[in-house]
C-alpha cells in the first residue's frame, strides 16, 4: 500500500475515456472513507485489471484490515516503488456504482467541505453499498408481555439507560425499529441487547417494507388552471429548461401561494423532454401527503430519506439508476440520487437547517443542489416563504434569479398577527402566567365555533429549568455543560443534549437545600395547562417526546384533519407543511424563546418561525388569528414578522450581519475540539490554530480582501457534552477568495491528525 498524490494533482485520470492503451501495470486509485486528504494507490492483479472501472467499490488491504473503498481513477504508472504496493483483494460490482458525474460532485464536496474524497462518497452511497451485504431485514423491539411497573422501578436507579430504554418501549406500547429508537434515546444498542437476555424486551427481525409510502394517495387535484402568478414563474423556468442550460432560482412565495403546484408543472416540462427531477424536502415534511402529491402526478417516483432500511435504500437506489424511476422526492440525501440527464433539482422550504448534515461530510444540500445542478445543465429552485439570508442576498446579487409568489392562490390575504406584550398581563387571580387575555379569548371563540387552535411553544419538557433559590444555581446535567429539563409525565429529569436521565431531586444538588422551584414553560406544560383553562378541548401534543415514530406523527396529522382534535400544542414540529382549513387560531406562547441563544441566525430563525407557524391559520375559507406573545415586541425579528415584512427584515438583518462579516457577507468555518481532559483540548485547540494561522499567512497574498481570520480558541458555548469538554476556532474567509483557505485547513487537518478536530464548513449550528 503507498500514497497516491494528493487530489488536486491527480496525473491522468481514466474516466470512462476510451480503452487505456494497455492493462497490464494498471494501478488503482481507492478513495477510503478516512480523513486523510489522499487516495491510495493499488496494484490491480492480472485477473481484475479488465473489469475494473472508476466507481467500481473494492476491497483492499489496509494495514493490518481490509477496507471497503471506491477507485476513482486508474492510472498506468505511479510515482510509488511498485514493490510496495499491495494488490486490490476484490472487486465488488460489475459495473461502476457511482458514474462520473457523482464522482465528480463528491470530489468537489472534499474540497469545498475540507473532508476526504472517501468520506464524501461514503455520504453518497447508501448503506447497503458500503458493506459488503445489505440486510433486508430490520430489527424490531417490543418489551415482552407482563413487563412493567415492577421491573422499571428495579432498573430506575442503577440502569438508567436501560430504564429510558424499557419504559419508551412501555409508553409506546407497540414495536418501533431499533436503529431508529437508539439513535433517538441516544444509546448504543447494548442496552436493548441485555433487556433481551432478561426477557424483557423482545428483538425480532421482520422483513423490511420495501416501500413504505405504498399507501401514500393522491390528495391533491389538478388545478383547472395555473394562477397567473405561477405561469409568470414558470414562462422563466422552462425557457432554461427546454433549452438544457443550467440556471439557479429562488422561488420566494408566502405560504399558501401554490409553490408546489410550480414544481410539479415543472418536473412535469422536464419528463415530457425526457429528462429527470429531484425534489428534495426537509425530512419532517416528507410525509404520505407529500409523496402523494408527487405519486399522483407522475408514474414511478422513488422515495429516498436516511431513515429508509438498507434493503427499502438499495430498491429505490437501483430503480432510479437503471431509469425506471424519474422523479426522487426525498430528504438531503436523496440529492445524490443516482439519476441520469437531470432536468430540475426543486429545493423545497431552502431555508430550513436540517439541510445540513450533522456528520461529516457536513454538506449543505441548498447549496450541494446547486452546485450538481450547474454541473449537469440542470434547472435548480430554491422554494421559500421565509428565504435564507444567504439566498436572499445571493439573489440580489445576480447568483440566484428571483421569482416571487407574492399572494395566497386562496386570495384571502394574510390573518392579522396580533402581538401581546406579555409583561403588561396582569398576574395573580385575573390573569394567567401563560397564557394572555387575548389568546384565552380568541381560543374561547374559536372553540365555540369548533374550530381549531394550533398553540406554538418551542421548547420540549414541563419546566425548561430548576432553580434553587438558595444557591440561586440551576439543576445541570453532570456530563453536559446544560440545565436540566423537568419532564412530568414520566417523573424524570432530561438532559436534552445526551438524552440521560435522573429522578426528581428532593433537594438542590449543589446545596442541598429543598423546595427547587420549576421555572418556564415547554410544550409539556402548555398541554397540561390548556386542558385546565378549555377542559372540554381534545387537546394533543404533537414533540420529539410524543411523537417517536413516524407513524404516530402521521397518525396525529390525520386525527387533526379528521377534526378528532381540537387544540394541537407543539414544538417546531408542527410548524412545517400543516394545512388544515379548519385552524383559525394560532398561538405563539414564546416568541423569544429562540432569541437568546449564543447563534448569530437567532434572529432569522425566529423570524422564519414566526412566519411559518402562522402561516398555519386561515388556509382555507375561513379567516384566521394569529397570537404573539413576547417579551420584547420591538424586537425587529418579531415586529416584522408580525408586520409580513420579509423584505425589511432581511434588509436590517443583512446589515447587521456584514459589520461583522457574517454569513452572507463572508463565510465561516468552526473547528470543533473535544477530550475528556480540559488541557489536552486547549492545547490540541492551540497547537491546531497556531500551524493554521501559520500556513495561512504563507499562502496569503498579501491583499486585505483576501485575509482570512483565525478567532479563538474559545470554549464552545456548550463547553461539556457526555463529559468531553470543546472548544472551538472559528475562521472567518471572505466569501470569493475561500479555496487556498479551505485547501490549507485540509492540510493541516492531514498533518495534525491526532487532534482530530471537527470541521464545520458554512456551519448552521454554532453551540
Ligand atoms: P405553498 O407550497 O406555496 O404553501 P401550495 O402549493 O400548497 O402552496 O398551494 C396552496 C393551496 O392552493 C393548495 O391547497 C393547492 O391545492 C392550491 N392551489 C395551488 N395552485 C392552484 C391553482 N392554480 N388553482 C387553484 N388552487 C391552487
Ligand atoms: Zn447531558
Known amino acids: 500500500m ?53 466507481g467500481m467499490r473494492v476491497v483492499v488491504p489496509f494495514g493490518p484490515q481490509s477496507e471497503i473503498g471506491v477507485v476513482v481513477g486508474l492510472a498506468e504508472r505511479t510515482e510509488h516503488d511498485p514493490a510496495r504496493i499491495k494488490p486490490l483483494a476484490r472487486l465488488l460490482d460489475e459495473r461502476p456504482m457511482v458514474d462520473a458525474e457523482l464522482l465528480a460532485l463528491t470530489r468537489w464536496i472534499a474540497e469545498r467541505y475540507a473532508c476526504s474524497w472517501g468520506e464524501a462518497l461514503h455520504a453518497v452511497l447508501p448503506a447497503a453499498l458500503k458493506r459488503e451485504q445489505g440486510s433486508a431485514k430490520v430489527i424490531v423491539a417490543r418489551a415482552a408481555p407482563g413487563v412493567g ?36 434515546l441516544n444509546l448504543s444498542d447494548s442496552a436493548a441487547q441485555t433487556l433481551r437476555k432478561r426477557g424483557w424486551v423482545v428483538l425480532e427481525k421482520v422483513a423490511a417494507r420495501l416501500d413504505e409510502y405504498e399507501t401514500a394517495r393522491a390528495v391533491r387535484p389538478r388545478p383547472a388552471a395555473l394562477h397567473p402568478m405561477q405561469t409568470a414563474a414558470l414562462a422563466r423556468l422552462v425557457p432554461v429548461l427546454e433549452r438544457r442550460e443550467h440556471g439557479a432560482f429562488l422561488l420566494q412565495g408566502v405560504t399558501g401561494s401554490g409553490k408546489t403546484e410550480v414544481y410539479l408543472a415543472l418536473i412535469e416540462r422536464a419528463l415530457a423532454l425526457g429528462r429527470g427531477a429531484i425534489v428534495l424536502v426537509p425530512e419532517i415534511a416528507l410525509t404520505p401527503q407529500t409523496v402523494g402529491w408527487f405519486r399522483a402526478r407522475f408514474e414511478s417516483v422513488a422515495v429516498l430519506h436516511s431513515r429508509m432500511s438498507d434493503a427499502q435504500r438499495l430498491r429505490a437506489w437501483t430503480r432510479v439508476a437503471s431509469g425506471e424511476a424519474r422523479v426522487v422526492v426525498g430528504a438531503r440525501s436523496a440529492l445524490f440520487a443516482p439519476m441520469k440527464d437531470i432536468g430540475v433539482i426543486v429545493v423545497d422550504e431552502e431555508h430550513e437547517p436540517s439541510f445540513k448534515q450533522g456528520s461529516t461530510p457536513r454538506y449543505h444540500a441548498r447549496d450541494v443542489a446547486v452546485e450538481r445542478a450547474r454541473r449537469v445543465g440542470a ?38 398577527i396580533e402581538i401581546v406584550d406579555v409583561r403588561t398581563e396582569p398576574v395573580g387571580p385575573t390573569g394567567h402566567k401563560l397564557f394572555s387575555r387575548r389568546l384565552l379569548t380568541l381560543l374561547g371563540e374559536t372553540l365555540a365555533r369548533g374550530e ?3 398553540l406554538f411553544q418551542n421548547r420540549r419538557g414541563f419546566a425548561p429549568v430548576l432553580w434553587c433559590a438558595g444557591c440561586k444555581q440551576t439543576v445541570r446535567c453532570p456530563n453536559c455543560d446544560v440545565a436540566l429539563a423537568w ?30 422551584h420549576y421555572v418556564g414553560a415547554g410544550a409539556e406544560r402548555i398541554e397540561v395547562e390548556i386542558a385546565r383553562v378549555a377542559p372540554t378541548a381534545r387537546v394533543r401534543r404533537m414533540d420529539s417526546d410524543t411523537m417517536k415514530r413516524r407513524e404516530d406523527y402521521e397518525s396525529t396529522l390525520a386525527a387533526f384533519g379528521a377534526g378528532e382534535i381540537d387544540v394541537l400544542v407543539g414544538t417546531q414540529m408542527i410548524a412545517k407543511g400543516l394545512d388544515f382549513p379548519r385552524v383559525t387560531l394560532v398561538g405563539i406562547i414564546s416568541a423569544d424563546s429562540a432569541l437568546h441563544l449564543p ?12 412566519s411559518q407557524v402562522s402561516g398555519r391559520a386561515g388556509r382555507g375559507e375561513l379567516a384566521g388569528r394569529i397570537v404573539v406573545q413576547t417579551m420584547t415586541p420591538t424586537h425587529p425579528a418579531i415586529a416584522l414578522a408580525a408586520a409580513h415584512d420579509f423584505a425589511g427584515f432581511a434588509a436590517l438583518e443583512s446589515e447587521q450581519r456584514a459589520e461583522l462579516s457574517y454569513p452572507p457577507h463572508g463565510r465561516l468555518v468552526r473547528l470543533v475540539f473535544e477530550d475528556v481532559n480540559e488541557k489536552a483540548v486547549i492545547d490540541g485547540a492551540r497547537e491546531f490554530a497556531d500551524f493554521l494561522r501559520s500556513r495561512l499567512e504563507s499562502a496569503s497574498d498579501g491583499a486585505p480582501e483576501h485575509e482570512v481570520r483565525v478567532l479563538g480558541p474559545a470554549p464552545a458555548p456548550i463547553a461539556q457534552y457526555r463529559g468531553r469538554h470543546r472548544h472551538h476556532l472559528l475562521l472567518k474567509l471572505p466569501t470569493h477568495a475561500c479555496d487556498a483557505a479551505l485547501a490549507a485547513l485540509r492540510a493541516v487537518r492531514g498533518e495534525l491528525r491526532s487532534l482530530a478536530p471537527t470541521i464545520d464548513v458554512d456551519p448552521v449550528s454554532m453551540l
Not at 494501478?27 to 479488465?50: D, H, I, M, Q
Not at 438532559?495 to 446545596?511: I, L, V
Not at 447563534?599 to 414566526?610: G, K, S, V, Y
Open 2 to 54: 503507498a500514497r497516491a498524490r494528493s487530489g488536486a494533482d491527480l496525473g491522468p485520470l481514466l474516466f470512462d475515456v476510451g480503452p487505456p492503451p494497455s492493462r497490464e501495470g494498471l494501478f488503482a486509485l481507492v478513495a477510503l472513507n478516512k480523513p486523510v486528504e489522499r487516495e491510495f494507490t493499488y496494484s490491480t492483479p492480472p485477473e481484475l485489471a479488465p473489469h475494473v472501472a472508476p
Open 452 to 454: 381549531q387552535v394550533i
Open 599 to 610: 447563534e448569530f441566525r437567532a434572529a432569522e430563525r425566529t423570524f422564519q418561525l414566526i
Open 487 to 516: 419532564h412530568q409525565r414520566i417523573g424524570r429529569l432530561v438532559c436534552h443534549a445526551c438524552c440521560e436521565e435522573t429522578r426528581q431531586p428532593k433537594a438542590c444538588p449543589t446545596c442541598s437545600k429543598p423546595g427547587l
Open 379 to 416: 434547472v435548480c429552485v430554491l422554494g421559500s416563504a421565509t428565504p435564507s439570508l444567504e439566498s436572499w442576498h445571493a439573489a440580489r446579487e445576480g447568483a440566484l434569479t428571483l421569482l416571487e409568489l407574492p399572494e395566497r392562490i386562496s386570495g384571502h390575504g394574510f390573518p392579522p
Open 149 to 184: 411497573a415492577e421491573q422499571l422501578a428495579e432498573l430506575e436507579v442503577k440502569q438508567p439507560k436501560q430504564h429510558r430504554l424499557l419504559r419508551t418501549l412501555l409508553e409506546l406500547g407497540g414495536p418501533m425499529e431499533l436503529r431508529e429508537l437508539c439513535q433517538q
